[in-house]
């Protein structure tokens, strides 16, 4: 889990997100038709610029043998009300306001992360031990088994 992976430096192992499933076969197959389709395709559209991952987007080009199109980011182009599925909450706004410039530490693991009720907590203790002001988004379905 200590190993460093060689294509996303600092990571190692353990930083990667894990699928958690009973059928890893099914999961496997699924990678390989979403590659293979991919492949098949007359571009790819990414949500970045170029001189933030530019190694990258080389190393999917020698991949991915169709151009590759960074148009990111998104955010610039649209505003969260218009590209999110969630309804705006916009309850914090208020207590932002009343904090330090750059001074707030903001967490979400995104749409599609999950975690454990294990995990949630360590994030949580290392939240509160930072001592720092924190915003984090904990949307329903995140933690196993809890809404």
């Known amino acids: 889990m200590d190993e460093p992976v060689v294509e996303f430096p600092p990571l190692k192992v353990r930083d990667i997100p894990r699928f958690e499933t009973h059928d890893p076969e099914g999961v496997n197959q699924f990678l390989v038709k979403m590659v293979e389709g991919t492949k098949k395709a007359s571009g790819l559209i990414f949500n970045t610029f170029k001189e933030l991952e530019e190694p990258e987007l080389a190393k999917l080009g020698e991949e991915f043998t169709v151009p590759a ?19 705006q909450d916009r309850t914090s706004i208020s207590w932002l306001d009343t904090q330090a410039t750059k001074s707030v530490i903001y967490v979400s693991f995104g749409s599609v992360a999950t975690m454990h009720e294990e995990q949630l907590n360590e994030v949580a203790w290392g939240l509160e031990n930072s001592k720092q002001p924190f915003l984090w988004v904990v949307r329903p379905g995140l933690v196993h088994g809890m809404e």
């Open 69 to 87: 199109f960074p148009i990111g980011p998104f955010h610039k182009y649209f505003s969260a009300s218009s590209s999110s599925l969630w309804t």
